[in-house]
């Protein structure tokens, strides 16, 4: 790559900065539809001369989007990542989320570190891939739902898969501060709804109260947690070390006079390997199974215990020396790789056969929070690493 354009960063950046202004307006909250900022990027594509494809939900209200530059007849690469964004309900902003805040070297709003600057960075680097005939093609994947499970990028993903050539790997963009990631926790998590019998308080013996028993399943989790701390498996390399659970959302009850028939909870648990994903799974429902149930139905035979799959998506562990690791490690100038304790989609990607590393710019420090930001700083750091990627594209990785 040697033209001007591809050479200059600095008006690279400001391509960036421009695109990411126009994505942080768009409140593509998992919630909500993210088709307004869909629309914003299948225009812009169109404009450069590259079609896209998208793949509806089944409720016609948000949107992945495929598109491919260059000879799609090889296999490439693709870049990707979610347009979905984390609420901000109940955060304490002092800049506006949904409108970009430029403060010089640090820009605020909501998904500028998760991940729209990542997707600005690529949007803003798509003339110059374009101009380029590439003799391999890059690939783009912006999905949505990631954040409530890396839902929306399955269908997508489905259908991918199955074409031939297949992708020779994945970029996923997340924020770690530019440096290749290679590994992740695998997550499961589940809803709870526990079903007891009603009655009124001051005659508790003839009601079955379901918040007390969800109470124990839900002490049951915290101490199969600390099993996961105590007993291991460990591996260092991540924070913490250890496989972990929770319960993160209660509800139940009515008036603390009457005996509650319904409580319901979702809890998670994540680690490094699936079969403890599994034993956890098994270790709740043998203790509702043997422990609790039997004791809920000896009073009200309609009482019940169901448990419902949220979602679950597999670790990532790709091979240090997989194809499109050492062209992430080439590209970004990092010597070595590292491990992040969020999750991604490359676990779905590695799972259907297309190899997958995470590489994006900011930092998951301020993900998720009140006035995330990314720096100017982490935008060109990007920008060269994708430019690193396109070089060695143009010289015919991974033949090269
Ligand atoms: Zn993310």
């Not at 950046?13 to 990027?41: H, K, Q």
């Not at 403060?103 to 729209?116: F, H, N, S, V």
């Not at 659970?245 to 139940?252: F, I």
């Not at 448990?307 to 194809?323: I, K, N, Q, V, W």
């Amino acid at each position: 790559m040697t033209t001007r354009a591809a050479d200059d960063v600095e008006e690279l950046l400001a391509s960036s900065v421009a695109i990411l202004e126009r994505l942080i307006a768009f409140p593509t909250v998992s919630a909500d539809s993210n088709l307004p900022l869909i629309e914003f990027v299948r225009g812009y594509l169109a404009e450069n001369g590259v079609t896209s494809e998208l793949f509806p939900d089944a409720a016609g209200m948000k949107a992945s989007l495929w598109a491919t530059i260059g000879d799609a007849s090889s296999a490439g690469i693709v870049l990707s990542g979610h347009t979905d964004v984390v609420p901000v309900a109940g955060q304490s902003w002092t800049r506006p989320p949904f409108a970009l805040t430029d403060e010089g070297e640090r820009l605020y709003g909501r998904g500028t570190a998760d991940m729209k600057g990542f997707l600005a960075c690529v949007l803003a680097m798509v003339p110059v891939l374009a101009a380029h005939r590439l003799p391999l093609p890059v690939h783009l994947a912006f999905s949505y739902d990631e954040e409530i499970g890396c839902l929306g990028v399955r269908p997508m993903l489905e259908e991918i898969a199955k074409r031939e050539p297949k992708p020779l790997g994945v970029v996923i963009g997340e924020p770690t501060s530019g440096r290749p990631v290679t590994a992740h926790k695998g997550k499961l998590a589940m809803r709870c709804d526990v079903v007891g019998r009603a009655c009124h308080s001051a005659h508790t013996p003839d009601g079955v109260n379901a918040v007390e028993k969800a109470a124990r399943l839900i002490v049951a989790i915290e101490d199969l947690a600390h099993d996961f701390a105590e007993r291991g498996p460990r591996d260092d390399r991540f924070d913490p070390p250890f496989s972990t659970a929770q319960t993160g959302v209660v509800a139940g009850g009515i008036s603390v006079n009457v005996v509650p028939s319904r409580c319901s909870f979702s809890f998670e648990a994540r680690s490094t390997d699936e079969r403890e994903l599994d034993r956890f799974l098994e270790a709740v429902s043998v203790k509702a199974a043997r422990d609790v149930l039997p004791a809920m139905r000896a009073g009200a035979p309609e009482a019940d215990v169901r448990f419902e799959l949220l979602t679950r998506y597999p670790g990532l562990r790709s091979a240090e020396d997989d194809a499109v690791v050492a062209l992430a490690i080439a590209a970004s100038g990092e010597s070595q790789t590292g491990v992040i304790s969020f999750g991604s989609e490359g676990g779905l990607f590695a799972a259907a056969g297309i190899p997958a590393v995470v590489c994006g710019p900011g930092s998951m420090d301020q993900g998720h929070k009140p006035d995330e930001y990314v720096t100017r700083e982490e935008l060109r750091r990007c920008l060269r690493f994708l430019q690193g990627i396109a070089t060695r594209l143009a010289e015919g990785w991974p033949a090269a």
